[in-house]
């Protein structure tokens, strides 16, 4: 590894331990309160040392980050462009400068300080690997390539020279234009490596690699593979095989089959269990095959020596790694007999007679299975090669595997158990292939309830291995998960199955039930906590999913890939606190990304990394336009607005506050990345069940369609807020240059594209597309449109629009505009009490002491209260819209004595409308309060979930899920009661 001379320090800490002047000691106790988090008494302490030392420069900086971390952004800043006015040189200043900066998320600011520094300073080797950091922080490559080469002067060291070329590499990168990157800095960056090839000055690895990284961006295969291959080659040594896979992606990039397919040979020679060299090995004999290459007649067959051109020859070759496996008795490698069935499926797909000559698929996988059955891995090994098998064999196959599994003798009515973990693997693996082959779909549903009861059987015999872990006897550790956990897996899933087929809904509290037994047991075991989230969302309880989703502790990247189980449910069920923190979970690691990827970019200029610089770079840009990004990120401001704003001035406030610029698009609509993990939740359904690479292409259009139709709608909602009536008089010309009129427009497009959005929103809707329970779940598009709550919103907006038009040309000209505003204000009405009808029901329907969940009730529920906060900001800038018109009206009547004089019927027809919409409300509210009192009563402890009775602990834990529900379910209707009542608070402010 190359490291850096002169490493810049970063730390306050580390900024201490630097200091060598008599300032330390006055400066320490400050140190000391920062890094302590005692931000109050650093500011003290500075203050004090600066009424004796005014000219101490880094006491003021100190001072302002203890600003910084107490909240006083303005007080901090101001304080600390005070010092870098003075571009000051020493040390301590520039360091807590660059952390305070850093902290404020200002990293630009840091290169105009290390600039002056740098000119007051020109010979100082620090400031100017500070400055080429600085830079490296914002992304400016060409800055980055002169420091380097400024640093590479004062210090002709070869790390210097190679930032220097790096960040001509980087120019390359991000160059707009790819002509410019070929023709002008790759090869101004490949000359200067070559200047130092000749002068015989390359030192370490990094070096090579940057020089073997510009070559393949050249496209100049063959020079790197002479380097490769070359004496600059013998330095890659870090990672193990380094210089074979990259002379096999030049080989694979230059076609040159032979050389791939005799490299692929020997490397196996030495490892005959490395699966990449098989599959590559492979690969190379078909094309060889098919280029009807044959060998030269004289000298060696390729650079890379034999090469294998035929059929025949691959199987003798993959025979004789079996063989020299067979040979040994113990821990054989799986490798071989893996290979022996890849060469085959490949050759079935070449309809290749050949293929016999290997042997039958259902005799080698049973072979395999004998050997490598007590293996957890057997299951994903052969579930790969499970369609070499004939569906008329598919059952002999499992019979013959379950003849070999050592279970002891059934006595009549009791399962025949397994003695130890070796033997409950192999059953195990046995149940997955037969789920795997659809077995268990077949089946009927007497059978299927028998094989649930047994899986739950041997699910419990299997803890008492868990016990034997231990000497105390006690169970396993928290964070291990026990032998048996799949059969709950497995047995959950047969719940699962049923109540898809049957609709019996007890089926889905049964496999809670058994799942939360399962935790109890296995409180770490993901599995369970990812099916029991997908579960109890799809009951619309929100309420346990927020602690299952925490408990899986999820890091880093996993926020993007499985963060949408949570968030799409976060807003839908009614519980707004808790929604409010799913989406912060994600945002925050979304806002941190940007600043932890500069750090790591540092990071490998420091070491030497130099591959991985645009690898972290593209990590970034591809969260940047990660699909949940923008989904949390719209969602969450909606979700305040729905929140916090109830009248137009908090509207407005709020639009304010969050920076919403409606006139533009902050989508990346035509380069979004879908990050999304669908294969997250195992899953052992045979083929023609699982996720197609439709369904997943249908599942994104879905999902930006409706992302589409949310961020419509709050960029409507903050050009609403701009729609702030002008005091100007009609035809005034002021009215557009305050840029007021732009507004409106804006408003008018928006709604367009809504209309358009809505109308592919309903085509979609149409073709009724379903995914696989396990695979990812269904937007709220269709319930949305079905509610007709989106439609509702949009009439609001077009209300708003025509309001505008009153409010700037008056009463006289615009008869037909009020008379639209007056029949909106009837169909507003009419769709608002459509949307609450459908909210009607109990939530947990009881019949026949049998318990049903209603979650599209809550949910028809949430769309209304949306619908009802939208219709409420329209109303509330109607209101502010027409109270001037009145009383110009009124006093106009006054100055005439003219009583009989009629006052237009829009005022009258928006009083109406506020009366009702206040009835409405209340009847609303009485509802929500029904629900509530209906629930509080429902005594679930009554309520038998099956024909045959379940045993004691099950009854236990299905109580308990029902009850988190019951529980869910009361407090998603407390938090919309709230905000309604808030809501219907303010209808006192729109009258007129």
Request: glycine share 4%; with cysteine.
């Amino acid at each position: 590894r190359m490291r850096t001379p002169g490493t810049p320090i970063s730390p306050i800490m580390a900024a201490r331990g630097h200091v060598q002047d008599p300032n330390d000691r006055r400066l320490r106790p400050i140190y000391d309160y920062l890094d302590n988090g005692n931000n109050k008494m650093a500011i003290q302490q500075a203050d004090k040392l600066l009424k004796k030392h005014k000219d101490l420069h880094c006491a003021k900086v100190l001072k302002a980050i203890g600003l910084q971390r107490t909240g006083k952004q303005d007080e901090a800043f101001s304080l600390a462009q005070e010092v870098a006015v003075l571009e000051p040189t020493d040390d301590n200043s520039l360091q807590a400068l660059t952390i305070l900066y850093r902290e404020m998320h200002r990293p630009e600011l840091v290169t105009k300080l290390y600039e002056a520094a740098v000119k007051k300073v020109p010979s100082s080797e620090e400031y100017h690997s500070h400055l080429f950091m600085a830079y490296a922080r914002v992304g400016e490559y060409k800055k980055m390539q002169q420091a380097g080469m400024a640093l590479y002067k004062i210090v002709p060291k070869n790390p210097y020279y190679f930032w220097s070329v790096m960040s001509l590499v980087m120019q390359a990168i991000s160059a707009d234009d790819e002509k410019l990157s070929k023709t002008m800095f790759l090869p101004l960056a490949e000359r200067m490596v070559e200047k130092m090839v000749k002068e015989e000055k390359i030192e370490a690895e990094a070096e090579v690699q940057l020089y073997f990284m510009i070559l393949e961006r050249l496209g100049k295969y063959m020079e790197a593979l002479e380097v490769v291959r070359g004496q600059l080659g013998e330095k890659l040594t870090s990672e193990l095989q380094s210089r074979e896979n990259k002379c096999m992606a030049l080989y694979k990039k230059l076609d040159r089959w032979p050389e791939c397919n005799a490299l692929s040979r020997k490397l196996l020679l030495k490892n005959p269990d490395d699966w990449q060299f098989y599959l590559s090995y492979f690969d190379s004999l078909f094309h060889v095959i098919d280029e009807s290459w044959s060998p030269p007649e004289e000298g060696e067959h390729s650079v890379e020596g034999e090469v294998e051109a035929t059929v025949a020859q691959a199987i003798r070759f993959v025979e004789d790694r079996i063989c020299m496996e067979d040979g040994k008795g113990t821990r054989q490698l799986r490798g071989p007999y893996l290979a022996r069935l890849e060469l085959i499926q490949r050759l079935r797909h070449r309809s290749s007679p050949e293929e016999h000559q290997l042997g039958d698929p259902l005799e080698l996988m049973f072979q395999y299975f004998v050997k490598f059955g007590d293996k957890p891995c057997c299951i994903s090994d052969l579930k790969i090669y499970l369609d070499l098998l004939t569906p008329d064999q598919h059952v002999q196959f499992i019979n013959r595997l379950m003849e070999t599994v050592p279970l002891s003798t059934a006595v009549e009515g009791s399962v025949a158990l397994p003695a130890d973990t070796k033997a409950l693997q192999r059953h195990l693996c046995v149940v997955q292939l037969a789920r795997s082959l659809g077995l268990h779909h077949s089946m009927d549903t007497p059978h299927r309830l028998g094989l649930i009861d047994e899986l739950k059987a041997r699910y419990r015999h299997g803890l008492e291995f868990g016990k034997l872990r231990l000497p105390s006897g006690k169970s396993c550790l928290k964070t291990e998960l026990q032998y048996s956990d799949m059969y709950c897996l497995l047995a959950a899933h047969l719940y699962v199955d049923l109540w898809k087929e049957t609709g019996e809904e007890w089926r889905l509290w049964q496999c809670l039930g058994l799942l939360e037994e399962g935790l109890t047991h296995s409180p770490s075991n993901a599995q369970f906590k990812l099916l029991l989230v997908l579960i109890f969302c799809g009951l619309g309880a929100f309420e346990p999913v927020v602690d299952l989703y925490s408990s899986l502790d999820a890091k880093h990247i996993q926020h993007d890939t499985i963060g949408y189980l949570l968030t799409r449910y976060a807003g839908s069920l009614g519980q707004f606190a808790a929604a409010s923190q799913s989406c912060n979970f994600s945002l925050r690691f979304f806002h941190s990304n940007q600043k932890d990827t500069s750090e790591y970019i540092i990071q490998a200029y420091k070491y030497g990394a130099f591959e991985k610089i645009p690898e972290f770079i593209a990590f970034r840009n591809r969260l940047n336009r990660s699909l949940h990004f923008a989904q949390v990120r719209t969602e969450r401001m909606l979700l305040d607005l729905f929140l916090e704003a109830n009248i137009l001035s908090s509207l407005e406030e709020n639009v304010k506050s969050m920076g919403l610029c409606p006139e533009e698009e902050d989508i990346p609509w035509a380069d979004m990345r879908d990050n999304r993990d669908l294969t997250v939740l195992t899953s052992w359904d045979p083929k023609d069940r699982q996720l197609s690479e439709e369904q997943r292409r249908l599942s994104l259009e879905e999902e930006a369609l409706w992302l589409r139709i949310r961020s419509l709608t709050l960029r409507l909602a903050g050009s609403l807020a701009g729609l702030s009536h002008p005091v100007t008089p009609k035809n005034s010309e002021k009215a557009s240059e305050n840029g007021m009129a732009s507004k409106p427009d804006t408003l008018r497009s928006l709604l367009k594209q809504l209309e358009t959005a809505l109308e592919t929103g309903r085509a979609f809707t149409e073709r009724k597309i379903q995914y696989p329970f396990l695979g990812p779940p269904s937007t709220r598009l269709s319930p949305a449109l079905a509610s007709g709550s989106c439609q509702c919103q949009a009439s609001a907006f077009h209300l708003a629009s025509d309001l505008h038009d009153l409010d700037t040309l008056g009463l006289e000209d615009t008869t037909e505009v009020q008379t639209r505003i007056g029949n909106s204000f009837k169909s507003l009405l009419a769709q608002l009490k459509e949307i609450f009808n459908k909210c009607k029901g109990d939530l947990l329907e009881v019949k026949d002491s049998r318990c049903k969940a209603m979650p599209a009730l809550l949910e028809n529920l949430v769309f209304f209260v949306e619908t009802v906060c939208v219709v409420l900001w329209v109303s509330s800038y109607c209101g502010s819209v027409l109270r001037p018109l009145k009383s110009s009206i009124q006093k106009k009547k006054k100055k005439k004595k003219d009583a009989s004089a009629t006052t237009p019927a829009v005022f009258s027809g928006y009083q109406e409308y506020t009366a009702a919409l206040q009835t409405l409300l209340s009847e609303v509210l009485d509802h929500v309060k029904g629900l509530e009192i209906a629930l509080t009563a429902l005594k679930l402890e009554g309520l038998t979930l099956e024909e045959h009775a379940l045993s004691e602990d099950e009854q236990k834990f299905t109580k308990t899920v029902m009850e988190k529900v019951q529980s869910s379910y009361l407090r998603s209707l407390q938090e919309v009661g709230e905000l309604l009542k808030k809501r219907a608070d303010t209808m006192k402010s729109l009258k007129i």
